[in-house]
């Protein structure tokens, strides 16, 4: 089987609409499907931010449901879902409301309804999305195929992928071993800074803990293995990483995930990883990766539709 891989989309349909159709899926029967039978790959990152949250969960589902997709979750689901479910246990949401998560989350509260019928039904289905996809000769899960918690989430996961309840409930609780995992493969590596250091993010706000570039081998120290917005880089250290920190391909398996939000043009990290996020969910262009089985990958097999305006 080939698969085509699928960057966070965030709620761009006409953006999602385009890369179908430069990539060969035509609609058929309700549900687009590639004619030679290709399978299209969701790295999850299906909503917030754009102009067609509904319209780009309704076509993702009717893929799957006639088997030409299939979907992980991303951080984003996996915080929809705890902003839908009351806490079995306490008087409040698994996610509490606080503005902050209100606004977060606000095209798809605002094309969707709060609390309506739609909106029960959509994160009961964000709750069947499984962390992430071994397919053997390819993996994916958002943003970091973390060894330990993979194993954690795999004995997590019914025959269907998807996390099982108390599982999923447990993931809200911090700290915990599931939210550890959650936050590992839909998240990334955070790293905190040495005492003392902050830089600010695009939103300026500060922070402590630094995300890096778990896939860049020659990445060895604070300053160079962060990702973080240029104009702070100086900010950081110029001092190496805890030694338990090992940077580099995770594996011998091409490994794809989104979440990073990378700019310039489409190019792999290495020859086993790839991330597939650059920014579709505000101007930048939805990348996908056309994989026919290759175990190194290539910069000949991106296709993307619509760029950041120069
Ligand atoms: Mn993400």
């Given at each position: ?11 761009q ?40 949250q ?79 996809l ?11 195929w973390e ?36 936050e ?11 005492e003392?250091v ?49 940077l ?15 700019s310039?043009?489409p190019?792999?990290q ?41």
């Amino acid at each position: 089987m080939d698969y085509d891989i699928i960057g966070d989309v965030h709620g761009q349909d006409g953006k999602l609409v385009a890369l179908l159709g430069k990539l060969g899926y035509r609609i058929k029967g309700g549900a687009y499907r590639h004619p030679q039978g290709r399978m299209a790959l969701f790295l999850g990152d299906l909503i917030d931010r754009g102009p067609g949250q509904l319209e780009v969960v309704t076509i993702v589902r009717r893929m799957i449901e006639a088997g030409s997709a299939r979907s992980i979750m991303g951080n984003h689901e996996w915080n929809a879902i705890g902003f839908g479910l009351r806490d079995p246990e306490g008087p409040d949401f698994l996610r509490p409301r606080t503005e902050s998560k209100i606004r977060e989350h606000k095209a798809f509260l605002e094309q969707v309804g709060m609390d309506t019928p739609l909106h029960e039904e959509l994160v009961a289905w964000f709750a069947t999305l499984p962390p992430l996809l071994d397919l053997g000769d390819l993996r994916l899960c958002h943003a970091w195929w973390e060894p330990g918690s993979v194993d954690t989430l795999r004995a997590a996961m019914n025959g269907d992928g998807a996390l099982d309840e108390a599982f999923l409930v447990a993931s809200y609780r911090k700290r915990s071993l599931p939210w550890q995992a959650l936050e590992r493969l839909t998240k990334g590596c955070e790293i905190r800074l040495p005492e003392g250091v902050s830089f600010l993010d695009h939103n300026d706000i500060k922070r402590k803990d630094i995300r890096v570039r778990w896939w860049d081998a020659a990445a060895s120290g604070y300053r160079d293995a962060a990702l973080v917005p240029e104009g702070q880089r100086d900010r950081l250290p110029d001092l190496p990483l805890p030694s338990e920190i090992t940077l580099g391909a995770v594996s011998e398996v091409p490994t794809f995930v989104g979440h990073y939000w990378l700019s310039g043009e489409p190019a792999i990290q290495n020859a086993k990883t790839a991330v597939l996020d650059y920014g579709a969910g505000l101007d930048g262009p939805l990348v996908a990766y056309r994989w026919n089985g290759e175990s190194e990958l290539s910069n000949a097999a991106f296709v993307s539709v619509g760029s950041r305006p120069m």
